[in-house]
């Protein structure tokens, strides 16, 4: 798991909460976006990351109804602008 899960993981084996979801997506995101700016015709990986960047944003809707202190600090972790 990379260091930014662990650090919003609930407790040691956690690898299901939104808070890691999300971290882990926004390292794929961010793997993808590099991916798809060099091969401009892998329409394959840009499906990939439009799926993912969704996902993500529904998680964050799902924290921010539910739970907002934990919402804003992913927010600032992860230093995604929304």
Do not use: C, P, W
């Amino acid at each position: 798991m990379i260091k930014k899960a662990k650090e919003l993981a609930i407790h040691e084996k956690d690898t299901g909460s939104s808070e890691v979801q999300i971290a882990l997506l926004t390292e794929k995101i961010e793997v993808l976006s590099k991916h798809v700016k060099e091969f401009k015709k892998d329409k394959h990986s840009s499906v990939g990351l439009l799926k993912a960047v969704n996902k993500r944003k529904k998680l964050l809707d799902y924290l921010k109804r539910n739970k907002l202190d934990s919402y804003k600090n992913v927010i600032s972790k992860l230093n995604i602008r929304k």
